[in-house]
């Protein structure tokens, strides 16, 4: 079955950088675009950013435009979320989700599988 397994959540000064990753198995990871959204404190889920099955293509939300970067790396079955210039309002649990097909798109409903989330906190 699927799963979706993220680490490098943690605690970062604002200003500061944290780099996420994403473990997926269960599925030929190669051929799907992949995901991260996150949930803030008492808020739905937002999309971030999205990439498709073969990294050519990637997008983001207006709100980590130029401070994230989204990346993958087929062989190892894994897709990364670096975040530099981090703002306490992207103190949030993050998630990695699997796509329905090889492109990317901006809407939750786009992804099918979503792992258990790891947490950031910003705050100095």
């Known amino acids: 079955q699927v799963q979706l397994v993220e680490s490098g959540g943690g605690l970062a000064q604002p200003g500061g950088s944290l780099r996420l990753s994403c473990a997926a198995s269960g599925f030929t990871f190669s051929i799907y675009a992949m995901s991260w959204a996150r949930q803030a404190p008492g808020k739905g889920l937002e999309w971030v950013s999205s990439?498709?099955?073969?990294?050519?293509?990637?997008t983001y939300a207006d709100s980590v435009k130029g401070r994230f970067t989204i990346s993958r790396d087929n062989a190892k079955n894994t897709v990364y979320l670096q975040m530099d210039s981090l703002k306490p309002e992207d103190t949030a649990l993050y998630y990695c989700g699997k796509g329905r097909t090889y492109y990317s798109g901006k809407f939750l409903n786009d992804y099918d599988h979503w792992g258990q989330g790891t947490q950031v906190t910003v705050s100095s």
């Open positions: 990439i498709y099955y073969d990294g050519s293509d990637t």
